[in-house]
């Protein structure tokens, strides 16, 4: 039976070949397992057919299988041949064939020096050829420069291999350290001999160095002593006349590891890497500026749009503007500058302000909490004949009853336990000025009846006090609560609903004026950036219409905690992820699937939602749900059309389209109240 004769290391081993195929290699699954280091962990194996002869097959092993000194990937093996894996020999035996020579029988060659320098040569020019075409076919930039060092490390026979790249003129920057069994060599900027490879650098020419710690040429140089250095071979990386880096490689235990035939191996390796090595760095380069270039063209794209935007705003409100101006100068010229607003429901507003200012009666504002009602009243008094006196409020829903009276009409000392001395109420602080009273339907009976009287009589007596006081106020109310409503309930003084309601103004909430979502936005931006220090905060398109979309329940003042809350915690730009959990809950519910994902087709299925919970309202009424959308009929036409939709909000049959007030039949049907619309229905609000 064939048997191998293993040397290795010293020592002789014998193995049976009582199977086929025999694996050779470094490997725990081997069947013949040597440590030797040259040898791969799976290096070749021997097959065995029939009662032919055995053959030797390369699997791809890094440093070459040779059989009789020569390198070989498939070879028939005879009695005597001898398969060479770094310094291991395996010697083949068997039992003769009388018709082949066996390797004793063979005549020996004239030089065996000369024919093992040539095996060497070739074996180099061999793996020099592979190594060469990996280094020119890898693309990805990390895998070529372990590619680098590996390869080196494989050429040179080395322990380990360091590729160090030129930072500046004193830096070197480590980009990959392995040793021969491909393993990450940690902190490698401390396993070097930095003086060697800085000097390889300065210079540009190769150091060769059988004994490190003898060599006279290092002579003071510590780390060579610390480091126990032996071997070290390190070749420059020149490229287009430059010196990029070096590859180092050395082995701590062996003297006279490589010598000159190694030298120029891996001189003629060095070039080819610098060159793969320097345009791996082009690569790199042009990626990253084609990054950067992406990333400016996505700012130069935000910023077009938000330019747009601002166009676009600032036409709206120069026209509106300048119808003010005109309204103003005819009426004196008022400033409402600090109430946002520019759509319909907001000019109509500003023309009863107009009215109202320059008259001296009660006004009483209704209106949702959050609507900005004590914003109107402050523009009432400001730009009214009592603009230079004082603009006192007060909450009547937040004290209790007894507190809110003394608070409104003051007490004398000794009017109750604690009073021990008098103080002036707020009527009394506001005289010659103006009194808002703000969610004044919340005040108790007691207090009504006490306000009706100073509104009929001009004067109040302050709690424990026996003179009555006369002031002159204006007073302004406000209230979240329909008075009449809580007068036909019980809860409130009909005669002193009809003292403070003499000129009646009602706020509408956010939803119906959305086309102001855009510049109370941008003027909270504004503020709470300068408030912040972050004032030049931005915001991505997405997340505005994403604000557009959202109905407000908690109108102007939960916008303003919005914005307060981004300006605080986003990074800028402001992205849709950043919004508040209520908003992106909406956003992604279910109900309107949308016909597009994405943010787009959340916007959409809001928009559905509340165009079908407009119309349900209306009764299907087109003019009165675009009244409460805050939008012209003309738009929610557009809508419609565009969602294809009915007026009672249901989606549309195919043929069938919106028409007047009505959903027509596709063919014969009378279409009530038709009016042309053109296009297909694009994404324009109102004009």
Known sequence: MPRFIVFADGERRELLLDKSPVVVGRGTGCDVRIADRMASRIHCRVEQTGSGPAQVVDVGSQNGTFVNGQQVLTVDL??????SIGATRIYYEREPDPNETSLLARPSLPNDDLVRRLTRERSNHLRLQRISHALSTESDVEKLLTLVVDSLIELAGAERGFLILREGEAQLHFVAA??????????????????????????????????????????GVQSISNLGLRSVLVVPLIAQGETIGAVYVDHRMNKGAFDDE????????????AVAVHRARLVTHLIDANKQLEESQERVRLLNEELKRRVAVQEVELVEVRARLRERAASGGNDYSRIVGRSKPMMDIFRLLDRVVASDFPVHVFGESGTGKELIARAIHENGPRAGQRFVSENCAALPD?????????YERGAFTGARQSKKGLLQMAHKGTLFLDEVGD??????????????????RPVGGRES????????????????????????????????????????????????????VDAFMKRFGRETGRPNMKMRPEVLDALCAWHWPG????????????????????????????????LAAPGDAPEREGLTGRVEALERAEIRRALEEAAGNKSRAAETLGI????????????????????????????????????????????????????????
């Open 443 to 460: 005040m108790s009976p007691d207090v009504q009846k006490k306000l009706l009287r100073f509104l009929q009589e001009g004067e109040f």
């Open 469 to 520: 006081i006369h002031v002159d106020v204006r007073i302004i109310s406000a209230s979240n609560k329909d008075l009449a409503e809580i007068v036909a309930k019980g809860e409130f003084r009909e005669d002193l609903m009809y003292r403070l309601n003499v000129l009646p103004m009602r706020l509408p909430p956010l939803r119906e004026r959305k086309e102001d979502v855009p510049l109370l």
């Open 178 to 219: 392995r040793n021969f069994d491909g393993d990450q060599v940690p902190e490698p900027e401390l396993a070097i001999s930095r003086s060697i490879a800085q000097r390889v650098l300065e210079t540009g020419k190769s150091i060769l160095s059988v004994n490190a710690g003898d060599d006279q040429r290092f002579e």
């Open 555 to 586: 109108n102007v003042r939960e916008l303003e905690n919005e914005i307060r809350m981004l300006i605080t915690f986003a990074d800028d730009p402001i992205t849709v992820d950043r919004l508040s959990e209520r908003i992106r809950r909406a």
């Open 78 to 83: 005879r009695a005597g041949d001898v398969i």
């Open 402 to 410: 007894s507190l809110l009276e003394s608070e409104l009409f003051g």
């Open 262 to 273: 190694d030298l120029r191996l891996a001189e003629a390796f060095a070039g080819q890497a």
């Open 632 to 687: 012209s009929r003309f738009a929610l036409q557009r809508k419609l059309e565009k969602y294809r939709m009915g007026t009672d909000g249901r989606p549309l049959k195919p043929g069938e389209k919106v028409d007047g007030d009505e959903v027509a039949a596709p063919a014969g049907a009378n279409g009530a109240d038709a009016a042309p619309h053109g296009g297909s229905g694009g994404d324009e609000d109102e004009p």
